[in-house]
């Protein structure tokens, strides 16, 4: 899972579309796209001796683009785009084919593809139909692995490209289209260091649908992204970058999940798209697909409490698409009071009934749902180490960027709310597999929130239970068994897992606001999708900058003290490893740490953060640290 991504803070979406009768395709645009490429390859290797292949692949891709048109007075359209495409984020995604030699494994990936093409077409009042062509170019990664030899090699390749597409006016800025591209990048040598060579071709063909925005700020005034479109639908989006570095500090040893003692700086970059519709009456659809990319530090590993929300427990060079949250979601209304809801992320803005029923199932996050925080919630815009904004001992259901399928449903009423949820388990610790035997396998969560008011000022308190059964090993049971030399792998069968969660939210002033979580489970069984922490207390403050006549900024001050049951330090202690920590060894002591933020906003939807965390005892070991991490960030909305 990711540190999960976390659910958005939910921030203003531009207004609701309204149609509008006519469009003009002229002028400069840009875009994003989704969709399956497949393609075929053929390769002839070399490695001592001859060995060839032909294989199939296919992979959900994402992208972008950016064109041009003129629309001629006859109707007819030229135009020139160029675009990039990401596979998606799993292992097997962009791999165009895998050689198995006498002596090692050549695996050639697809990094990225694009292209420059023109386009010809002819205009209706709303519809656009195109042919397009022109040049398609690939970035390849070839890795070799053998008992005595890794190496990759990157490979730039070059190919024509042609295809057809509709493209149709859902609004005065905005459009929807289908496009087919086929793309062949003929053949190409290459040789490795190790003396291995590679020569083969490939071809890919894709079957996308995308959205394009015109940007009539180009040559004229009009800079604003979200005007336009029909009733019901809402396009929001964000981008995120985050550094983080730190410098050296002591550690007299270190093992295969130890942050690496000589200092290092790593970045993150996230780009979502929210695209949000009302289907009927109370009836819903959410789409979010993200384009990710970057290192945690020391690969996200070396700290229980992992300093970036943003990390992912899979590592991309180049932007990897993640199909990401894709989930229906029905309101029952009851009748009475009415509020209105804001439009965020995943929030379609309205009116709804105060007492309600709200039934959400599909693809998301447990935290969408469950363990909401005013103020530590979101990575990308407040506080950003794992034991801060989320629960530390919540082993929430999830695949290693934060998401599984589940189905929830919550009553609302006036003063308080009782959530309900059904999600899929990991079929394997830290894995992207699902168990798919369905209720005897899972995860099982309620959460009662309280509402009320102390002082005159709002507060909420939610108190979650959850339960995961789920394949998984024991660490006691490894430890008892010598002969299994610590594979807690060889002791995973159906096991229970339980826990609870207790959050409060508290407004001090208006300016101000106070947080704490308490969060523990059991520690009997391997962590299944979170982090390393069997017992968490975390809490702080969040200030809003209105008394310096800032007041859209905000500090952020906040603290965490993790914990270990005796089975699992007893584990660590002994050489195992988890899935964030092991240092070969353990001195153990509880891990604390601190994080303190400013956030401090360029414009209302554009923010920089300077961020200073500082960790005693990182990953359990008193041998080890403490660390002082240093981060900054940048963070827009459109």
Do not use: C
């Amino acid at each position: 899972m990711a540190a999960a991504l976390p659910s958005p803070a939910v921030f203003a979406a531009d207004p609701v579309f309204k149609a509008t009768p006519a469009f003009d395709w002229s002028g400069a645009y840009v875009g994003a796209h989704f969709g399956y490429g497949f393609g075929s390859s053929r390769a002839n290797v070399f490695d001592g001796a001859p060995y060839n292949t032909h294989d199939h692949f296919g992979t959900a891709t994402a992208g972008v683009q950016a064109g041009y048109n003129v629309l001629l007075p006859s109707r007819v359209l030229l135009g020139i785009e160029g675009d990039l495409t990401f596979p998606d984020y799993l292992d097997s995604g962009g791999v165009i084919t895998t050689t198995a030699t006498a002596n090692g494994i050549l695996t050639e990936r697809l990094d990225y593809a694009g292209s420059l093409r023109a386009r010809l077409g002819y205009a209706a009042p709303r519809w656009l139909l195109y042919v397009t062509g022109g040049l398609a170019f690939a970035g390849e990664r070839f890795e070799y692995t053998s008992p005595t030899f890794d190496e990759k090699k990157l490979s730039l390749r070059t190919g024509w490209i042609a295809g057809v597409g509709a493209e149709y006016a859902i609004g005065p800025k905005w459009s929807a289209r289908v496009e087919y591209l086929y793309s062949d990048y003929g053949h190409t040598n290459v040789q490795l260091g190790s003396g291995l060579q590679s020569a083969g071709s490939f071809d890919f063909q894709t079957v996308r649908f995308g959205l394009n925005r015109k940007l009539d700020f180009v040559g004229g005034n009009d800079s604003n992204f979200g005007d336009g479109g029909p009733p019901n639908w809402e396009v929001s989006g964000q981008s995120t970058y985050l550094m983080q570095a730190y410098p050296s500090f002591r550690a007299p040893y270190s093992g295969l999940n130890s942050l690496a003692p000589n200092g290092q700086a790593k970045a993150t970059w996230s780009n979502s798209l929210f695209i949000n519709a009302r289907l009927w009456d109370g009836g819903e659809l959410y789409f979010n697909p993200d384009l990710v990319q970057g290192f945690g530090l020391s690969d996200t590993v070396g700290l229980a409490g992992f300093s970036s929300g943003e990390a992912q427990k899979s590592s991309f060079p180049y932007p990897r698409f993640n199909p990401s949250r894709l989930f229906v979601r029905q309101t029952f209304g009851f009748g009475g009071e009415q509020e209105t809801l804001e439009s965020g992320p995943t929030q379609l803005s309205g009116k709804a009934d105060v007492s309600r029923l709200t039934v959400q199932v599909g693809k998301f996050a447990v935290v969408d749902v469950f363990d909401g925080n005013a103020y530590a919630k979101d990575p990308r815009k407040d506080f950003m180490n794992w034991a801060i904004w989320a629960p530390g001992a919540f082993d929430y259901a999830a695949d290693k960027v934060g998401l599984t399928y589940g189905a929830t449903a919550e009553l609302n009423q006036k003063n308080w709310a009782l959530r309900f949820g059904y999600f899929l388990m990991d079929a394997e610790s830290n894995s992207n597999n699902f168990d798919m035997h369905l209720f005897r396998r899972g995860e099982y969560v309620a959460e009662f929130e309280q509402r009320y008011t102390l002082f005159g000022q709002p507060g909420k308190l939610r108190t979650i239970g959850w339960l995961n059964s789920a394949f998984a090993g024991s660490y006691r049971a490894t430890l008892d068994n010598p002969a299994l030399n610590l594979d807690i792998a060889a002791t995973r069968e159906g096991r229970i897992k339980y826990g609870y969660v207790v959050n409060l939210e508290q407004a001090l002033s208006d300016t101000v606001g106070l947080f704490s979580r308490w969060s523990w489970n059991n520690g009997k069984t391997e962590i299944m999708a979170f982090t390393d922490i069997d017992a968490s207390l975390s809490g702080g403050l969040s200030i809003k900058g209105k008394s310096w006549g800032r007041p859209d900024d905000t500090i952020g001050i906040g603290g965490a003290i993790n914990a270990l049951s005796r089975d699992h330090r007893d584990f660590i202690a002994a050489g195992g490893m988890g899935v964030l920590i092991g240092d070969g060894r353990l001195n153990y002591r509880q891990e604390r740490l601190m994080e303190a933020y400013y956030a401090y906003a360029i414009t209302p939807k554009l923010t920089a953060t300077a961020d200073y965390q500082f960790v005693v005892n990182p990953a359990y070991n008193a041998d080890r640290g403490p660390v002082s991490i240093f981060s900054g960030r940048l963070h827009g909305e459109f």
